[in-house]
């Protein structure tokens, strides 16, 4: 199970820090990414975090957010700074054992249930 939190409303420029805690499994083992999905838009892949604390971002978000993981609190983080209007989005973490091409979001097993961010 994945629980995310953190989204809210804030203005262009500014900046939020999403969490997600796991539960039923070790996230340190596995592959987990941060998705986004806009009304009418596809589930896009934001960022995802390796095993090993490999990180990969897609270039719209590239230089403004970083993903991290607390393996102690088996906790996924998103930090995301300079936020702009286009980055709202209902945000999604997602977790699979295996890599693989990290952005297609039907590869992953477990979902959480989203967090929504508006900004202004």
């Known amino acids: 199970q994945l629980v995310e939190s953190g989204g809210g409303s804030v203005q262009a420029g500014g900046s939020l820090r999403l969490s997600c805690v796991a539960s039923?499994?070790?996230?340190?083992?596995?592959?987990m990414a941060w998705f986004r999905q806009a009304p009418g838009k596809e589930r896009e892949g934001v960022a995802v975090i390796d095993k090993y604390g490999g990180t990969t971002y897609a270039d719209t978000v590239k230089g403004r957010f970083t993903i991290s993981k607390d393996g102690a609190k088996n906790t996924l983080y998103l930090e995301m700074n300079s936020l702009k209007p286009e980055d709202t989005a209902m945000y999604y973490c997602?977790?699979?054992?295996?890599?693989?091409?990290?952005?297609?979001?039907?590869?992953?097993?477990?979902w959480g249930q989203g967090t929504q961010v508006t900004v202004s």
């Open positions: 039923g499994f070790t996230a340190p083992r596995y592959y």
């Open positions: 997602a977790a699979v054992h295996k890599g693989g091409v990290w952005y297609d979001p039907r590869r992953y097993n477990y």
